[in-house]
């Protein structure tokens, strides 16, 4: 690929996964949050993404950007998911109309329809045999300060999609686990996506056309309660990974 | 009613029509964000709808709150709706949980929704022959960033009712005239509502049983594209207007 790509909160978890499966596919520039361990293979920058001066000196000449910056716990607090987040999001579209890009992949979260899971419906949801799926048209439900930081970038996402006609990609991340999926908790198993999934779903996300999409980021695991037929569908996403196949110690099939 | 009612926003628009039609009929609290010309009828203080003692000492002892403070400009900047729109807002339903307050209603707007408008449904829409209607199960498309600001306190109403059990009702405000509806404004005509019909659905919205709703709070315009099924059932909204019945003198009904 000729054009550059720009990935914010590249020393995340999700980037890690992203660079170590896409790191030769894309011209990458980074957005780190603080200086990373090791020298980084790609040009980069260290800033905040809800400074607007560093945002436009990383994106400047990028046709895409994967934007993952932001407070990442489920229990930061308002004022820090208000402007890591809310306003940090912002921020990256202001500079996205402001450099001509093309499309925005924003790293949402399950924690903005976390608050489905009621106590009547769990732990039965996160079970194979239960039919129960969200797919991204109903209106989202955070369960926690964090989960509102997404689905307002959902939203803030919608807005520049339509007023200045970025393609915009919402994925709605589940849990990303560097090794195998947790065995004995049900959640972790429905929710879970692996490495290599993660960074596939991010090259469709890439490569696919859209306008504006919301689609929910796991592996096809069995238990899954998020439905992947838009992930599939639009982006062409076809994950290799299910939280089933996995005994304990080795991957089963 | 013996229960006080806050009131924040009380100086604007929707608070003059609230109070005109309502003013004997609940113990209002209010709070203003600069003081008002006359002498209010009932307790008020002056403060930041963003600032939480200002919302505390405001709230104390109400059991319900009208949620109408805000920068209300459709061309708003970003920097204003951020703090005084949604971080106002999550304010208001922290000090709700904290005087453990048991409804918000929040005037939420048509511009949640602004970009269904679209140019190749426009100007076709807004015409009475014309079946398109949004009813609140849709997700947001704002049309500027005030509706950003708008559909976001509308997630975090979502976030309190889940969390903390708040009754939360949500009414898009359509275009409130002082008079009568603009005659030769389209979009207006269908727009509308009438003082005495703002009056009676934040009336419905503070009397009827509900969890979390999302409603439109306009009058039964001929021209409407938006629903009245959701506001009529569940808050039992009798809207008296329709914009289609002035002849741009004095009421033709």
Chains 1, 2 share one sequence.
């Not at 020393?11 to 499966?21: F, S, T, W």
């Not at 689609?215 to 992947?228: C, E």
Request: proline share 6%.
């Amino acid at each position: 690929m000729d054009e550059p790509v720009l990935l914010t909160g590249a020393g995340g978890h999700v980037g890690e996964a992203i660079l170590r499966g896409l790191g030769d596919d894309y011209d990458w520039r980074l957005l780190f949050h603080s200086p990373p361990d090791e020298e980084p293979d790609h040009p980069y920058i260290i800033g905040e993404v809800q400074d607007h001066e560093d945002v436009a000196a990383a994106a400047q000449g990028v046709d895409a950007i994967i934007h993952l910056a932001g407070d990442p716990r489920p229990s930061a607090p308002w004022r820090s998911v208000l402007t890591n987040n809310i306003d940090g999001t912002h921020t990256v579209y202001e500079v996205a109309v402001e450099e001509d890009v093309d499309r925005v992949v924003f790293a949402s979260s399950n924690h903005a329809v976390g608050a489905f899971e009621t106590d009547s419906r769990t732990p039965e949801m996160y079970r194979t045999h239960h039919e129960y799926r969200l797919d991204g048209s109903e209106l989202p439900r955070p369960g926690n300060k964090y989960g509102i930081s997404k689905a307002t970038g959902e939203l803030i996402g919608r807005y520049f999609h339509d007023e200045h006609d970025i393609s915009v990609c919402n994925i709605r991340i589940g849990n990303l686990n560097e090794d195998h999926p947790p065995i004995d908790y049900e959640r972790g198993q429905a929710m879970w996506l692996s490495m290599r999934d993660c960074a596939h779903i991010h090259d469709c996300a890439l490569q696919a056309d859209y306008g504006y999409e919301i689609v929910y980021g796991i592996s096809d695991n069995d238990r899954k309660y998020y439905s992947l037929d838009r992930a599939k569908e639009v982006l062409g996403y076809e994950p290799r990974d299910n939280s089933a196949e996995w005994n304990g110690e080795e991957k089963v099939a």
